[in-house]
């Protein structure tokens, strides 16, 4: 059953109050219960994936509506989670960082509230399950990018039966790293269906063969779940949703905008309320599950929601889903992108960046990074895996998936997509000014705004704000058209975010931007520390070193940590050139955050091994 039965079904629904759970009087109002797997795509057999045996949540599909379209808003938990916990896009509230505010204290802006909050509002008991089912835990995660206060009211199962109608959720880790091979039912590699982006190397197989196996090991979790809530007396009167918190955690995928990275599975299953069976491709943004759940709850959505409740029949679908990903762990990006039923595009933000930068995370524990190492090396790679080890990215990426399932073939200079291209970037760039996508602003100055103006959130609704998200977006177009005038008067611009992405732009400009060494010298004093590091690394990749050097040695003991956090990639993409900078960054290996710890400990040990530290992993035993 496509979308269009779905939704012709759902609206009978609706008109006979099936649907309509705001209409339902209170002691009529359903249990809600989440079941949530971390980084996990649609690698299930209900999905019509091979060799994974998912019997459980197989079943549940067949019982309730399986969604194919469904995305996160991030490809990464913290952020992802900071979205579809509050209804409002992470990049709004200022949450779009992984794990950021762990040395900066940050609670939600502007009065906006958590979803068990609200459930409990409208009086539901909410719960975060870690125990109560027999041979069974949940891992609690929460994971945002804020403190919220007592988020949940019990962590225990049985719990639930006495305080109806409860809104729960439980966790499981299983498809999150490490990974763990099944002692007795393993997962054959050699016919794991690899993407054609990785190469086809033992240890990538096996690694896949791992993943595939913790698929099957959270599907008898779900089912434990499943059968807990029957013996219960609770399945009849309860919503069981099952979603991942985002994409697999593999090479090109989690923290990635491509489909990898986004794309979940989604199972509804509302006995009596939704037919069993039902296939929905209506495009679902997980932004959308908070109005969802607080309309079964029978509450109306807080006004500054951004999502939509997808469940009802009487909105129109969504046409398009946008997607962020900001800095994870070390690796400082900007990437936003756009998914419509068919194409997918992708805007990168900070296109000079590698794809494979630093990431501590990635280089310990993804097998795939260092056999591409290798294989790059051995000139063994195919154009689809050596495009993921080029220097720079392209500026803009445009996919079919419906051709091209693993976006391969970037179809953005092609004359006959250009409508298409122009299109969704109107799109995007409306949607960023729409929610007041606070991605543009430089870690640090954000910082520096929740410091002044306790939230960046509440500093972009100024008429000063608005004006400075103007500047900056037009600052952004003029480095992406080189435009070196403009970018070296907006050097001299009252905000330090415009003045950073000025140099930025210059910094990608090439050797026709040395014309404005002078201004990049006078922004070595700057009083913004990202503006400052920025300048400096770009006067030291041109071989003008004699003050920039110091100012970027003199920013790994600044007092805001991002700029800390800034100087130390800085040195990381200075390579040799660094090596006198070695007694100060070995000094960062004990800061306080960890991101620059990483970083000064990545840049140390490529001046103190001979052999590099990748190629000592994932060796096939």
């Known amino acids: 059953m496509q979308r269009r039965d779905f939704l012709t079904w759902t609206g009978a629904c609706a008109a006979s109050s099936l649907l309509s759970p705001w209409a339902l009087a209170q002691d009529q109002r359903p249990n809600i219960l989440w079941i949530i797997a971390e980084d996990f795509c649609p690698e299930l057999a209900c999905y019509g994936y091979p060799l994974v045996q998912t019997p459980h949540i197989d079943a549940l599909a067949a019982q309730g509506v399986r969604f194919t379209h469904a995305f996160t808003t991030a490809p990464v938990c913290s952020a992802s989670r900071s979205g579809f916990m509050t209804g409002v896009y992470q990049t709004t509230t200022g949450a779009h960082h992984h794990r950021s505010h762990r040395l900066q204290p940050f609670t939600l802006p502007g009065g906006i509230q958590i979803l068990p909050h609200l459930a409990q509002q409208a009086g539901y008991f909410t719960a975060n399950i870690t125990k109560g089912i027999p041979g069974l835990s949940g891992t609690g995660k929460t994971d945002w990018n804020f403190a919220a206060p007592e988020p949940y009211q019990s962590k225990d199962w049985t719990d639930l039966k006495a305080h109806q109608p409860f809104f729960a959720q439980i966790n499981f880790p299983e498809t999150h790293r490490k990974f763990h091979r099944s002692k007795t039912n393993p997962t054959d590699a050699s016919q794991v269906p690899l993407p054609p982006y990785l190469p086809d190397d033992p240890r990538v197989r096996e690694d896949w063969a791992a993943y595939l196996d913790t698929v099957n090991a959270l599907d008898e979790k779900v089912g434990k779940v499943l059968a807990q809530l029957e013996a219960d007396g609770l399945a009849e009167n309860t919503v069981v949703f099952f979603f991942g918190d985002h994409g697999r955690a593999h090479v090109r995928a989690k923290q990635w905008c491509y489909d990898d990275g986004l794309h979940i599975p989604l199972i509804i299953r509302w006995p009596g309320k939704f037919q069993p069976g039902t296939v929905s491709d209506t495009l679902v943004s997980t932004i959308d599950f908070a109005p969802a759940v607080l309309a079964i709850t029978g509450s109306q959505a807080p006004k500054d929601y951004q999502g939509q409740n997808f469940l009802d029949p009487t909105l129109t679908p969504r046409a398009f889903t946008v997607s962020a990903r900001d800095r994870c762990d070390e690796t400082i990006e900007c990437i936003r992108t756009v998914r419509d039923s068919r194409y997918r595009y992708i805007r990168n933000f900070m296109h000079h ?269």
């Open 353 to 621: 960046r590698p794809y494979m930068a630093f990431n501590e995370y990635k280089e310990s524990s993804y097998p795939a990074r260092a056999v591409l190492h290798e294989w790059a090396e051995e000139h063994r790679l195919t154009p689809a895996q050596q495009a993921w080890m080029e220097p720079t990215k392209p500026v803009e990426e445009l996919y079919d998936l419906q051709t091209d399932p693993h976006s391969i073939h970037n179809l953005a200079s092609l004359p006959e997509h250009k409508e298409r291209l122009v299109a969704m970037r109107e799109t995007l760039y409306t949607w960023m000014r729409e929610t007041n996508d606070l991605g543009l602003f430089p870690e640090p100055e954000l910082m520096a705004l929740e410091e002044e103006h306790g939230s960046g959130y509440a500093y972009i609704r100024t008429p000063e704000g608005q004006e400075v998200m103007r500047r900056v977006f037009q600052t952004v177009l003029d480095g992406e058209a080189g435009h070196i005038t403009a970018l070296t008067q907006s050097l001299a611009d009252p905000s330090p975010s415009v003045r950073y992405w000025a140099a930025l732009g210059l910094g990608n400009a090439g050797s026709a931007a040395k014309r404005a060494t002078p201004a990049l010298e006078k922004a070595l004093w700057d009083r913004a520390g990202s503006v400052r590091v920025n300048a400096a690394l770009i006067l030291c990749q041109w071989g003008i070193q004699s003050k920039a050097f110091h100012v970027l040695m003199k920013a790994l003991r600044d007092a805001n940590p991002g700029v800390r956090h800034y100087a130390a990639l800085a040195f990381d993409t200075l390579g040799e050139d660094a090596r006198p900078a070695l007694p100060e960054l070995k000094k960062a290996r004990r800061d306080p955050y960890e991101c620059v710890q990483r970083t000064a400990e990545h840049v140390v040990r490529k001046f103190e091994y001979a052999v590099p530290k990748w190629m000592k992993y994932w060796q096939v035993k």
